[in-house]
C-alpha cells in the first residue's frame, strides 16, 4: 500500500526492508526527529545510520556487540550511539559483525567481532564499545571505510590504502600473512580511489580507472583469467572492462563494476544477482547489462546474492 502523499514528512524518513534475525520480511520505516539520515551503510544484520547533524544511531543483530552501545543486547529501534557524540561521525562501514566509524575529527573508531582482528586494535578480543584505531592519526585523512565479512579497509584522500583482518583467503592483498590485527597498507605503485570488501574477496579501482581483485578465486567473481589466479592473494588487473572505472561493488560471490558509460559484473548468478536477465550459474567474463544502457548510473551496491543501482 503506498501512503497518500501528505503522510510522508518532506524529510527524516529512512525506508527498510528485508528478512533478519530480529525483524519480519516486511517493509517498515522510521522517522528522526528534527534530523535528516545523510548515510546509511548495512552489515550482514546490523545497520548504522548518520544523520545530518553528524549524530551515529545503531540498530539490529548485536551478538558480538557491533553495535557499540556496551552490550550485547538486540536492538529493534535505531538507538544513538552517546559515546561519540563529542565529534561529529561522517561514515561507517558495517561487515558482518563489526563496524567501522570515521569521524571529522579524523578519528577511526571500531566495535564488535574481532576474531581475525577486523578491529584494527592489534589484537582478537571483541569490543562492545568503540575503540579508537590509534594507528590512524590525524595525518591520514580517511576518503572511504569498507568491511567485509571478518576484513577492514580505509581510503585515505591521497590514495593511499590500508586493509586488516582476515587474509586466509588474501582478501586483504597482503599475500601471505593468514590475519592482521592492525591496517597494513597495500601497495600497488597507483593512488586509489574506491576500495570495496566483499565477503571474502576484495576490490579497489585506481586514479587511472583501472579495476584490481584478489581474495577467494572461486565462482569467477574475481573476472581473471585462470593464469592471473593463481596469484590472487595479491590484488591482480581485471581485463576485459573497456572505458574508466570509477566505482566497484563486491558480494557474497559477485562483482558489480561502474564505468564511466556501463555497468559491468561478473561471478555467482544464480539468484539473478548479475543483473543480465539469466540465472546463469556463474560467469568470470566481466558482461555488461545491456539493460542499463540509456540509464546514467551513479551508484552500485551489493548484498550477499542481491545488487541495487542508483540512476
Same mark, same amino acid.
Given at each position: 500500500m503506498v501512503e497518500p502523499e501528505e503522510l510522508v514528512?518532506?524529510?527524516?524518513?529512512? *525506508?527498510? *526492508?528485508?528478512?533478519?534475525k530480529f525483524a519480519e520480511n516486511i517493509?517498515?520505516?522510521?522517522?528522526?526527529? /528534527?534530523?535528516?539520515?545523510?548515510?546509511?551503510?548495512?552489515?550482514?544484520?546490523?545497520? $548504522?545510520?548518520i544523520t545530518g547533524n553528524n549524530k551515529l544511531y545503531m540498530f539490529?543483530?548485536?551478538?558480538?556487540?557491533?553495535?557499540?552501545? @556496551?552490550?550485547?543486547?538486540?536492538?529493534?529501534?535505531?538507538?544513538?550511539?552517546?559515546?561519540?557524540?563529542?565529534?561529529?561521525?561522517?561514515? $561507517? $562501514?558495517?561487515?558482518?559483525?563489526?563496524?567501522?566509524?570515521?569521524?571529522?575529527?579524523? /578519528?577511526?573508531? $571500531?566495535?564488535?567481532?574481532?576474531?581475525?582482528?577486523?578491529?584494527?586494535? @592489534?589484537?582478537?578480543?571483541?569490543?562492545t564499545t568503540f575503540h579508537l584505531v590509534s594507528f590512524f592519526t590525524s595525518q591520514y585523512k580517511i576518503k572511504q571505510l569498507s568491511a567485509g565479512s571478518n576484513t577492514s579497509a580505509a581510503l585515505t584522500e591521497d590514495g593511499d590504502l590500508f586493509m586488516w583482518g582476515d587474509n586466509s583467503e588474501g582478501q586483504i592483498g597482503l599475500a601471505d600473512e593468514s590475519n592482521v590485527c592492525v591496517p597494513c597498507q597495500v601497495v600497488i605503485g597507483k593512488p586509489i580511489?574506491?576500495?570495496?570488501?566483499?565477503?571474502?574477496?576484495?576490490? *579497489?579501482v585506481t586514479t587511472e580507472g583501472e579495476?584490481?581483485? *584478489?581474495?577467494?578465486?572461486?565462482? @569467477?567473481?574475481?573476472?581473471?583469467?585462470?593464469?592471473?589466479?593463481?596469484?590472487?592473494?595479491?590484488?591482480?588487473?581485471?581485463?576485459?572492462?573497456?572505458?574508466?572505472?570509477?566505482?566497484?561493488?563486491?558480494?557474497?560471490?559477485?562483482?558489480?563494476?561502474l564505468t564511466e558509460e556501463e555497468v559491468y559484473t561478473f561471478g555467482l548468478g544464480q539468484f539473478g544477482q548479475l543483473g543480465l536477465g539469466t540465472f546463469i550459474f556463474e560467469t568470470s567474463q566481466p558482461k555488461v547489462i545491456k539493460h542499463l544502457q540509456n540509464q546514467k548510473i551513479r551508484y552500485i551496491a551489493c548484498g550477499e546474492n542481491h545488487t541495487a543501482l542508483i540512476s
Amino acid at each position: 500500500m503506498v501512503e497518500p502523499e501528505e503522510l510522508v514528512p518532506d524529510s527524516g524518513a529512512v *525506508f527498510t *526492508f528485508g528478512k533478519s534475525k530480529f525483524a519480519e520480511n516486511i517493509p517498515s520505516k522510521f522517522w528522526l526527529k /528534527n534530523d535528516i539520515p545523510a548515510y546509511l551503510s548495512c552489515g550482514d544484520e546490523h545497520t $548504522a545510520l548518520i544523520t545530518g547533524n553528524n549524530k551515529l544511531y545503531m540498530f539490529g543483530s548485536n551478538n558480538w556487540g557491533q553495535l557499540g552501545l @556496551g552490550s550485547k543486547t538486540t536492538i529493534n529501534k535505531p538507538t544513538c550511539v552517546k559515546a561519540l557524540k563529542p565529534e561529529k561521525v561522517k561514515f $561507517a $562501514a558495517c561487515g558482518r559483525n563489526h563496524t567501522l566509524v570515521y569521524t571529522e575529527e579524523g /578519528n577511526v573508531y $571500531a566495535a564488535g567481532g574481532n576474531s581475525e582482528g577486523q578491529l584494527g586494535l @592489534g589484537d582478537t578480543e571483541e569490543r562492545t564499545t568503540f575503540h579508537l584505531v590509534s594507528f590512524f592519526t590525524s595525518q591520514y585523512k580517511i576518503k572511504q571505510l569498507s568491511a567485509g565479512s571478518n576484513t577492514s579497509a580505509a581510503l585515505t584522500e591521497d590514495g593511499d590504502l590500508f586493509m586488516w583482518g582476515d587474509n586466509s583467503e588474501g582478501q586483504i592483498g597482503l599475500a601471505d600473512e593468514s590475519n592482521v590485527c592492525v591496517p597494513c597498507q597495500v601497495v600497488i605503485g597507483k593512488p586509489i580511489s574506491w576500495i570495496s570488501c566483499g565477503y571474502y574477496h576484495s576490490a *579497489f579501482v585506481t586514479t587511472e580507472g583501472e579495476l584490481y581483485t *584478489f581474495g577467494e578465486p572461486e565462482n @569467477g567473481k574475481l573476472g581473471l583469467s585462470p593464469e592471473q589466479l593463481k596469484n590472487h592473494r595479491i590484488p591482480q588487473l581485471v581485463l576485459g572492462i573497456p572505458g574508466k572505472v570509477n566505482q566497484v561493488a563486491c558480494g557474497g560471490g559477485h562483482t558489480v563494476v561502474l564505468t564511466e558509460e556501463e555497468v559491468y559484473t561478473f561471478g555467482l548468478g544464480q539468484f539473478g544477482q548479475l543483473g543480465l536477465g539469466t540465472f546463469i550459474f556463474e560467469t568470470s567474463q566481466p558482461k555488461v547489462i545491456k539493460h542499463l544502457q540509456n540509464q546514467k548510473i551513479r551508484y552500485i551496491a551489493c548484498g550477499e546474492n542481491h545488487t541495487a543501482l542508483i540512476s
